[in-house]
């Protein structure tokens, strides 16, 4: 039976270059080492000969020589290096496996599980770890994330069975931990992040809460009950994240040593500078934790508005200074 694509094609990236580091190398010998009958490797060397470089004719495709039970390689069509990952890219299919992986009833869970443990085999073997940079010009550390912890278990269990939830959770926006009873809707994926939609009792509306900010989840001995009037939110990506509309809003300049709040806090209308600044406006719900937020950052962020933040940044920053007689 002739292999799948999803296995053959792997398999057909590597076959050159392990043909032009084994010339001469018998077809028997080639098909045991990639572990696949000899008929099979047969074939993948056939179609090797149907690619190469655009234009497609002589002196584009790969070309093979057969001696005998033999093959070499006489022309490579550039494709002279073995398919790999750099550090960075592996991290980033980790990191989205992974979130696959937390999002029940989205995908196959065991085809996530099995590819996800062998890009960390692979990377382990590579010599990447968690911690330990890399040396220069061989890419960058991975940090592959860590795996689902109690809470998040007691989340999904929640959604699957349709029960309440009671959350300890960290909000961002507020820089606070707080507890409140939710009753879950649904699990989404977005960005690469798994969260919970649900309906916060506390709020008296819909909110998201990100599963990694989970400090601790109880499952309850009620059933889920958002009111009927209830409805999750719509779009993706960052339309679904984006904060709701009672919320503060500043705008930002980010020098690039701020540009890491872009990444880390929802930001909207991103627009890049060439000196690696950012202009962004942020939503955020508590004036006080934004102003300290500000102050940490100094003088790698801008305030373009609102005034009355501009003016509390500047009036906290004068405290700061009179507390150590530097004020005036």
Known sequence: MTAGVSERLPRLLTLVPYLLARPGIAVADAAADFGVPEAQLRRDLELLWMCGLPGYGPGDLVDLSFEGDTVTVTFDAGMRRPLRLSGAEAATLAVALRALADAPGMVDADAVQRALAKIEDAAGKAGVTHDAPEPAGEGVAVGLGRRPGRAEDEVRRAVETGRALRLTY?????????RRVVDPMRLLLVDASAYLEAWCRRAEGVRLFRLDRVDDAEVLDEPSAPPPGARGREGSGEDLLRPDDGAFVAALVLHPAARWVAEYYPVED?????????????RYGDRDWMVRLLLGLGDAVDVLAPPDLVEA???????????????G
């Open 313 to 327: 940044r500047r009036a906290r920053a004068r405290e700061a200074l009179a507390a150590y007689g530097e004020g």
């Open 270 to 282: 991103l627009h890049a500078d060439d000196d690696g600044s950012a202009r962004v406006t942020m």
């Open 170 to 178: 960290y909000s961002a926006s507020r820089d606070a931990v707080g």
